[in-house]
């Protein structure tokens, strides 16, 4: 039972402690910290950036085409289902 109550007074006093030190520091130690992960990023070359943007264009391209031929295919077979 005393085991528990000290168990019980430790954890509340971590979390006081947490609570705390979650605080400290703030929006500066944000916008701080969002700097040094930025410089981290690896960000692409504009060719990358090209070439993927052709790769994705052209993929959609080729969607919208085979939905649009989808399309007036399945329209022909209900006309031909209606029509005779």
């Known amino acids: 039972m005393a085991k528990d109550k000290e168990l019980n007074a430790a954890t509340e006093e971590k979390g006081k402690k947490d ?30 950036v090209f070439n993927n943007s052709v790769v994705v264009l052209g993929a959609m391209f080729i969607c919208a085409l085979l939905t649009f031929l989808l399309d007036r295919g399945f329209l022909w077979l209900l006309e031909f289902a209606i029509s005779g």
């Open 19 to 48: 609570k705390k030190s979650k605080k400290s520091g703030g929006i500066g130690k944000w916008f701080k910290d969002l700097k040094i992960e930025m410089s981290k990023v690896v960000w692409p070359s504009k060719k990358t």
